[in-house]
Nanobody, 113 residues
Framework: QVQLVESGGGLVQPGGSLRLSCAAS????????MGWYRQAPGKQRELVAD???????NYADSVKGRFTISRDNAENTVCLQMNNLKPEDTAVYYC???????WGQGTQVTVSS
């Protein structure tokens, strides 16, 4: 059974930084591309960034140059470093093995002065 636990969210001022982590259990991690998604109130869940098992990354245009996704296959973790945060980044952030329906509980990120 796959379990995903996201952490690292919080309240930060515009321009600030946060680092999100996702701990994954199960053998699926090492063979899966992993994605970070977010869902803001009243909006659909959207892809923020993803990374293949080999480390190839992809970013939504809205976060390019500000966010960095990384993974540690030995530790079964995927991280999202978020810099220069903006109010529009406020959302619940989730990690997900691409192409699956496995989701964690998410971690809330609020960017506000």
């Amino acid at each position: 059974q796959v379990q995903l636990v996201e952490s690292g969210g919080g309240l930060v001022q515009p321009g600030g930084s946060l680092r999100l982590s996702c701990a994954a259990s199960g053998s699926i991690f090492s063979i899966s591309a992993m994605g970070w998604y977010r869902q803001a109130p009243g909006k659909q869940r959207e892809l923020v960034a993803d990374i293949t098992s080999g480390g190839i990354t992809n970013y939504a245009d809205s976060v390019k140059g500000r966010f960095t996704i990384s993974r540690d296959n030995a530790e079964n973790t995927v991280c999202l470093q978020m810099n220069n945060l903006k109010p529009e980044d406020t959302a619940v952030y989730y990690c997900n093995p691409k192409g699956t329906t496995h989701w964690g509980q998410g971690t809330q990120v609020t960017v506000s002065s």
